[in-house]
């Protein structure tokens, strides 16, 4: 009987232990990172990956759960912040009213996006042909502007959407741009992005 009883006890460890392995890895990208206790989900599947990209479709709306590993239902919410701010790996010149602007010298984007937050999930809501120029429009107060060539050659994603955890500790980044339902033309998935073809 004792035997029968290590045997148990011995399984019962050895299942905590490789269920503690099987979070570890999950939580760590594969070993690759350090620990997450802050991750998002999007249409079911977690974001794990700090940063990923993504081409969101203009008229649809995108939904972000923000989870706390350790955090159990009857806790208070923790909290987060979202931002849209320009992605200058290729940045660019454009002209407002006779002056020229770099595209790297605006701070913040999330005032021209309709974002809404709640207490553990956001929503990005994006209009119907809504892009680069709509939305240095809303920045420059509905002036007029002239994109320079830069622009409108190889800018594949223009905006970096950035969601940090209330102490600051974990940020993640989604690369993205903005496309018209009428341009797709197909999708590709890869495992640290969606890619709509146009």
Do not use: C, R, W
């Amino acid at each position: 009987m004792k035997k029968v009883i290590t045997f148990i006890l011995s399984l019962g460890v050895v299942a905590i232990i490789a269920g503690g392995i099987a979070l570890i890895y999950k939580y760590t990208d594969g070993f690759s990172d350090d620990f997450k206790t802050f991750y998002l989900v999007h249409d079911g599947k977690e974001i794990l990956t700090t940063e990923t990209k993504a081409a969101f479709v203009g008229g649809n709306k995108y939904k972000y759960e923000v989870k706390y590993v350790f955090e159990s239902g009857k806790d208070e919410k923790k909290g987060f912040t979202v931002k849209v701010l320009p992605n200058t790996e290729k940045d660019f010149d454009y002209t407002v009213a006779g002056n020229n602007y770099k595209y790297s010298k605006l701070k913040d984007l999330t005032s021209a996006f309709d974002i809404k937050l709640k207490d553990d999930s956001f929503e990005l809501n994006i209009p119907e042909n809504f892009g680069i120029v709509d939305v240095l429009t809303y920045m420059h107060g509905g002036q007029k502007i002239t994109l320079g060539d830069g622009a409108t050659s190889d800018l594949t994603y223009p905006f970096k959407l950035e969601v940090t955890s209330y102490n600051g500790a974990a940020k993640y980044t989604i690369l993205f741009n903005t496309v018209s339902e009428a341009g797709v033309t197909g999708i590709t998935i890869d495992p640290t992005e969606i890619v709509f073809g146009v």
